[in-house]
């Protein structure tokens, strides 16, 4: 295999690696595989408790339709034709996480750095190490809500109810399916 061709290749499957690791949750039942996705638990007759979990590149629209959807093809399922949320919130759980800035490398070498020697013992210093790194906040986003299924036509005065089929129809398309 000629010289440049080997990294060339290793780069290729680096990079293909990076873009599945940084995809959107895709739509489906958490616990398969991966703890990312909707999940649900009945509480009563017609009560669920349902919850969609998203991974560190999923929006939190993305997270909330898929909520959404969820809980409008579990009342579908359950022979319903509109439910109401009950408690509907949205949880974000933020970590930071400091990246080294791969341009500041170069310079390390020829920046300033001094020796001193403080409390018997010799410490180093660079003035411009602090530049020298990026923070990053990384959110990761789950919603969850309890929801009443209902039967014949929906309540209109009640606006946390949802027509279980209209919501299907205008939000399968939006919420990303996975393989």
Partial sequence: MPRLVRPALILVAAGALLAACATATPYGPA?????????????????????????????REQVEMGLLLRAAELTVQSG???FTTVNRATDVD??????SNPMSA?????????????????????PFWDRDVDIHRIDRF????????????????????????????????????GQ
Avoid at 45 to 51: H, L, P
Avoid at 159 to 172: E, G, T
């Fill in 80 to 82: 319903g034709d509109w």
């Fill in 31 to 59: 616990g398969q595989g991966s703890r990312y996705g909707y999940s649900e638990q009945q509480v009563e007759r017609d009560r669920y408790r349902v919850t969609f979990s998203g991974n560190s590149v999923t929006s």
């Fill in 94 to 99: 933020s970590r930071y996480t400091a990246m």
């Fill in 142 to 177: 789950e919603a969850s809500t309890e929801i009443v299924v209902g039967r014949g036509a929906k309540p209109a005065s009640d606006p946390n109810a949802f027509d279980a089929r209209d919501v299907v129809q205008n939000l399968s398309g939006r919420v990303p399916r």
């Fill in 106 to 126: 170069r310079y390390r070498y020829w920046s300033p750095y001094w020796r001193y020697y403080r409390g018997g013992v010799w410490s180093s210093a660079n």
